[in-house]
């Protein structure tokens, strides 16, 4: 089983930064692709950004170029930077990781961008 534990979350102004965090645990071998969904009131759960074991990186047309999203290995743990924050980015973020057991997720922290 996976373990996952998201934390950096909280409020900030317009064109504020937050980085988020996400450290997974548990008895696994290796760990795949990690990324980050966001779902804000309303709305259907969104796909953010997503890094593989290599390095790759895709993201959501919304954030590209203002969200880098990292990841270290040896700690298990992938990191969303979101820098130029805008009042839609409001949402709750839920990191997840694929492994041996399937998808594994968090259960979310809060992003708020309000003046």
């Known amino acids: 089983q996976v373990q996952l534990v998201e934390s950096g979350g909280g409020m900030v102004q317009p064109g504020g930064s937050l980085r988020l965090s996400c450290a997974a645990s548990g008895s696994f071998f290796s760990i795949n692709t990690m990324g980050w969904y966001r779902q804000a009131p309303g709305e259907e759960r969104e796909l953010v950004a997503a890094i593989t074991s290599g390095g790759s990186a895709n993201y959501a047309d919304s954030v590209k170029g203002r969200f880098a999203i990292s990841r270290d290995n040896a700690k298990n743990t992938v990191y969303l930077q979101m820098n130029s924050l805008k009042p839609e980015d409001t949402a709750v973020y839920y990191c997840?990781?694929?492994?041996?057991?399937?998808?594994?997720w968090g259960r979310g922290t809060q992003v708020t961008v309000s003046s």
């Open positions: 997840y990781v694929e492994s041996v057991y399937g998808r594994s």
